[in-house]
C-alpha cells in the first residue's frame, strides 16, 4: 500500500527554513553536505534511560550496542543500522531510535550495529560487519522470522544488501525491514537527483556532497547490488515499510526499490511525507511528521505475527 501524508506542519516548515540556513554556503553548510562533520562530530555521553541497559560488545571486526529494556513480553529483536553515508559512525540520534524501538511489542532487545566505515574502511567492510552481526542472532537462537531489521539512509541501503547477500549465500532473509529514506542508488542515477536537486535542504544545490563523494565504494563498481541496492531483483526480500520526504534527493531511491520490491511479488508499506525532509523523524516528538512517521513503524511491527 501506498501512501502520502500530504498535511505540513508550521514546525517543520521552520525546522526546513532552519536546514537551509545552516547547510548555506555561507556557513557551515559545505562541510555538512560534504560529510566532513559527521566525521569529526564529539558528543556527550548518551545516557541510558531508567531502568534499561545498554552493552557494547566487539563482535569480529565491529561492534555492536544492545539495548535491553525493563520488560521483554516479545521474541523478536531488531537488529539496527545506522545512517551518515558510509562515513558516520553510531551516534547519539540512533541510540534514540534503540530506545523507540525497544518499546514496542511491549519490550524488544535491539542489536544497533556500529559498523566500519569509509575512507578508512570501504566497501565491503560494513556489509561483512552486517553479516557478522546477524549470524551473531541466529547464534543466539533467534530465527529469520523473529529479527526485524532497521535502517535509515545508507543503514536503510544495507539493510537491504544484507538481504541480498543471505539469499545468494543460501541463508534466510530476515522476514520484515522498516527502511527510512534507504539510500539504495550510489550511482545517483535517479529522477529524484534532478527533480529534488533545489529542493533538498540537507543535500542539494551542490554535488560537492556525500551522495556523490563515492568515498564508500572506493573503485568497485556503484551497480554492485551488494553497494546499490536499486541493481538487485529483489527475490525473496522482507515484508517491507518504506517511509520517504518528497523534496528528498533520495526520494527515487525509496520509490523505484519499492517499485522493484512489488515486481518481485514482495510485500510492502510505503509513505510519501509531503515537504519533508532527509531523517525528519530524528524531530520527534518536536515534529508532528516524525510523530506520525515513528506510530506508522510501531503499527507496523505490532501486526507482526509471531
Given at each position: 500500500m501506498d501512501k502520502k501524508?500530504?498535511?505540513?506542519?508550521?514546525?517543520?516548515?521552520?525546522?526546513?527554513?532552519?536546514?537551509?540556513?545552516?547547510?548555506?554556503?555561507?556557513?557551515i553548510g559545505p562541510k555538512i553536505k560534504d560529510g566532513t562533520l559527521r566525521k569529526k562530530v564529539k558528543e556527550p555521553q548518551w545516557h541510558c534511560p531508567e531502568g534499561y541497559s545498554f552493552l557494547r560488545i566487539q563482535v569480529k571486526k565491529c561492534y555492536v550496542e544492545i539495548l535491553t529494556p525493563p520488560k521483554i513480553q516479545s521474541?523478536?529483536?531488531?537488529?539496527?543500522?545506522?545512517?551518515?553515508?558510509?562515513?558516520?559512525?553510531?551516534k547519539n540520534a540512533y541510540r534514540n531510535?534503540?530506545?523507540?524501538?525497544?518499546d514496542m511489542r511491549n519490550g524488544m532487545k535491539v542489536y544497533s550495529l556500529d559498523y566500519r566505515v569509509a575512507p578508512r574502511h570501504p566497501y565491503p567492510a560494513a556489509l561483512h560487519d552486517a553479516v557478522a552481526v546477524y549470524h551473531l542472532l541466529v547464534s543466539l537462537g533467534y530465527d529469520s522470522g523473529q529479527i526485524i531489521l532497521?535502517?535509515?539512509?545508507?543503514?536503510?541501503?544495507?539493510?537491504?544488501?544484507?538481504c541480498a547477500c543471505l539469499r545468494d549465500h543460501g541463508k534466510s532473509v530476515p522476514a520484515n525491514a522498516v527502511l527510512m529514506s534507504p539510500w539504495t542508488d550510489l550511482t545517483a542515477s535517479g529522477s529524484s537527483y534532478e527533480e529534488n536537486y533545489t529542493k533538498d535542504p540537507l543535500f542539494g544545490n551542490t554535488k560537492e556532497s556525500m551522495i556523490y563523494s563515492g568515498e564508500y565504494y572506493a573503485g568497485h563498481d556503484p551497480h554492485d547490488p551488494y553497494i546499490s541496492p536499486i541493481f538487485d531483483?529483489?527475490?525473496?526480500?522482507?515484508?517491507?515499510?518504506?517511509?520517504?520526504?518528497?523534496?528528498?534527493?533520495l526520494l527515487s531511491d525509496t520509490l523505484d526499490?519499492?517499485?522493484?520490491?512489488?515486481e518481485a511479488g514482495c510485500k510492502?508499506?510505503?509513505?510519501?511525507?509531503?515537504?519533508?525532509?532527509h531523517?525528519?523523524?530524528?524531530?520527534?516528538?518536536?515534529?508532528p511528521e516524525a510523530k506520525k512517521a515513528w506510530q506508522e513503524v510501531k503499527e507496523f511491527i505490532e501486526r507482526i505475527k509471531e
Open positions: 501524508n500530504k498535511e505540513i506542519s508550521l514546525q517543520a516548515k521552520m525546522l526546513r527554513k532552519c536546514i537551509q540556513m545552516a547547510t548555506s554556503e555561507h556557513l521474541n523478536m529483536v531488531v537488529l539496527q543500522m545506522h545512517g551518515g553515508g558510509y562515513i558516520g559512525r553510531m531510535y534503540a530506545k523507540e524501538y525497544a532497521a535502517g535509515d539512509s545508507a543503514g536503510g541501503g544495507l539493510c537491504l544488501a544484507l531483483s529483489f527475490k525473496e526480500f522482507p515484508r517491507m515499510l518504506f517511509q520517504v520526504g518528497s523534496i528528498e534527493m526499490a519499492v517499485a522493484k520490491a512489488k510492502v508499506d510505503c509513505t510519501v511525507y509531503d515537504g519533508m525532509f531523517e525528519f523523524q530524528m524531530a520527534n516528538p518536536f515534529l
